[in-house]
Structures are given as structure tokens and as C-alpha cells.
């Protein structure tokens, strides 16, 4: 398989320390020879610029009320006790800020509590729900996370392609399998993976790892991740972050590169007063010592989008 410039590529990762795992994901156009500044303009930048946004904006959202909230002690009482959003107000506000790009949320894109050896854990949150598919649970001090972002550039509705699914995961099913292949493969998942996704490529016989298998999936000892896309083909990017949620707020374990938002041409941007205001709000508390060295600091996000749009101005001149 080749790499041709101006396609959309997903890359993820993930690994685990005694039974605590982090997943991290992000989402590149593969730049031409041709574009040395690795500028990114049209609807790519879209894409790009929808799903920056709209992960920010999760992150936010997950922070436990009141968390963070400054000022009177009765001002940070009366902030802790906000009831918690709900997950319907959290897919609405993100649909605001996709669609400021033209884009659409991915159908089920869905954040899981992590717990230990299980990344799929009690509680979850399920953003543009299908019928049938609910979250469960608000996020809460103490807690792991994985936070996915998926944005279509499309109407957001995904097929299962015909593509044969090699990324597995052994469930809590017991079943009494019959073929001895198919014993042998699932020894030694539990060996080498316990509950954690895996690859048939990772198994010391891939061959045979593709026949034993298929009795594991039929039986429900292992579950496989079917191959799914755009259901009209258009391009979709992903965004994963491993977080914890500590008293001091979000702190991200993995996470994609920060975007150059500089890099990315367009003359759209997000409006919506709500959700400028809530972009502006930290996901953490500052803490540490000063270091001595100047830190470049962050752009607020209102201010981020107002430079963007002024430099495409210039440029237009």
C-alpha cells in the first residue's frame, strides 16, 4: 500500500503497563513534494480545523463541574453543585462547532472509561447516538478516559466495508471452542494480550491465526473490529487522547501533536459566543514551579481563529 499525497491517514497506537492502558490516535494529510511549507487549505483544513476544535471542546466539557471554578468559596460551592451536562447538550454543542466548517460529527463516536485490563469500561459517552446506542455516566475525579473525536466531511453515517478485519480483542465470554486451532490461538491471546486489541500479525502463525479465529468470533470469545468508513466514501479524521482526571483537572497520558492552526487555510471559523467561551477556559490548574526559561504561551481560541482568518485576509490582498 502507497501513500498518495493529499490523502487523509489516521495513525494509532497503543500500549499498556501491568493492565493500564493509553490509546492515542491523529489524524495528517500526506503532504506533495511540491508543498514545502506543509500548508493545508480547502476542505482539508476544514476537517482538520472541525476536529481540533470539537476535541477541545469534549476535553472541556468533561471536566467535573465546579472543578476548576475560582473565585468566593461560596461562588465555588455554588459551581460544584451544577448538575452535570448532559450528553445530549454535549453532541449539540460539538454539532455547532463541526458545522461551523461544514462538517458533521461521525455517528457513535464514543469515549470509554478505562479501567484496569478493560478499555471499554461501565460508563461512556456516545456522541450523535444512533437509535439503540446511549451514554452511561458523567466523568469524575479519579477516573481514566479515552476520548475519541470523529468528523466527517460527509453526512457523518458509516457502512462496514467488505475489507477482512484483522485488529481483535478477547472478550468475557467463556465457550467451550472445538477446534484444537482455535484453542491453541486463543491460549495465546490470553497469554501475550489478556483483554487488549490486538493484531493477527502480532500471533506467532498468522495463517493459522486466520483460520483459528473465526471460531473464537463465532463463539464470542473474542471480539473483531469490523473495517467501517463514510458511508458516501469522504475523507474522516479521528482524534484519540488517553486522559486522567485528577483534582487539578484533565491531565493528557497520550495525545495527538498540538495543531499549527497557522498552517491550515480557510475562511471559516467557529462564532457561537458559548462555545468561544468555554474554549477559553483552561483544562487544568496551573501548578509547579515557574520554570526560568520563557515559555511560548498559548493562544486563546477566539483570538487562535481571529489571526487565522486575518492572515487569509492578508494573503487574498
Known amino acids: 500500500m502507497t501513500l498518495k499525497a493529499g490523502e487523509v491517514v489516521k495513525i494509532q497506537l497503543g500500549a499498556q503497563i501491568d493492565g493500564f492502558g493509553t490509546i492515542v490516535c ?16 480547502g476542505r482539508d483544513a476544514d476537517l482538520l480545523l472541525a476536529t481540533h476544535y470539537a476535541n477541545e471542546l ?12 475560582t473565585g468566593s468559596e461560596e461562588e465555588i460551592k455554588k459551581a460544584a453543585s451544577e448538575k452535570p451536562i448532559t450528553q445530549s447538550k454535549i453532541t449539540s454543542l460539538l454539532e455547532k462547532v463541526v458545522k461551523s466548517y461544514e462538517c458533521n460529527l461521525v455517528e457513535n463516536t464514543t469515549s470509554w472509561l478505562f ?14 447516538p444512533t437509535e439503540g446506542q446511549k451514554g452511561e455516566g458523567v466523568p469524575e475525579v479519579g477516573e481514566a478516559w479515552g476520548v475519541e473525536m470523529g468528523v466527517s466531511l460527509g453526512t457523518g453515517k458509516v457502512k462496514t466495508l467488505e475489507n477482512r478485519p484483522t485488529l481483535h480483542r478477547r472478550t468475557t465470554t467463556t465457550y467451550q471452542l472445538k477446534r484444537p486451532s482455535s484453542r491453541q490461538i486463543l491460549s ?3 497469554k501475550k494480550f489478556g483483554t487488549f486489541p490486538f493484531s493477527l500479525r502480532q500471533l506467532d502463525d498468522e495463517r493459522a491465526a486466520k483460520v483459528g479465529v473465526v471460531e473464537c468470533v463465532r463463539g464470542n470469545v473474542v471480539r473483531q473490529y469490523e473495517v467501517i468508513a463514510d458511508k458516501d466514501g469522504a475523507p474522516v479524521s479521528r482524534l484519540f487522547t488517553t486522559i486522567a482526571i485528577t483534582k487539578n483537572g484533565i491531565m493528557r497520558l497520550s495525545a495527538p501533536p498540538s495543531l499549527d492552526t497557522s498552517k491550515l487555510k480557510t475562511d471559516k471559523k467557529v462564532t457561537d459566543e458559548e462555545i468561544l467561551k468555554i474554549l477559553e477556559q483552561p ?18 481560541a477566539k483570538k487562535a481563529m481571529d489571526e487565522e482568518e486575518s492572515e487569509e485576509s492578508s494573503e487574498e490582498d
Do not use: F, H, Q
Not at 26 to 38: Q, R, Y
Not at 58 to 69: C, E, Q
Open 115 to 128: 479501567d484496569r485490563n478493560e478499555i471499554e469500561g461501565k460508563k461512556k459517552i456516545v456522541l450523535a
Open 26 to 41: 491523529d489524524t495528517v494529510v500526506v503532504p506533495s513534494k511540491e508543498n514545502k511549507e506543509k500548508e493545508i487549505s
Open 188 to 190: 495465546e491471546i490470553v
Open 58 to 69: 469534549l476535553l472541556r466539557l468533561m471536566v467535573p463541574r465546579g472543578l476548576l471554578a
Open 283 to 300: 483544562v487544568s490548574k496551573a501548578t509547579g514551579t515557574k520554570s526560568k526559561s520563557k515559555k511560548k504561551k498559548k493562544k486563546p
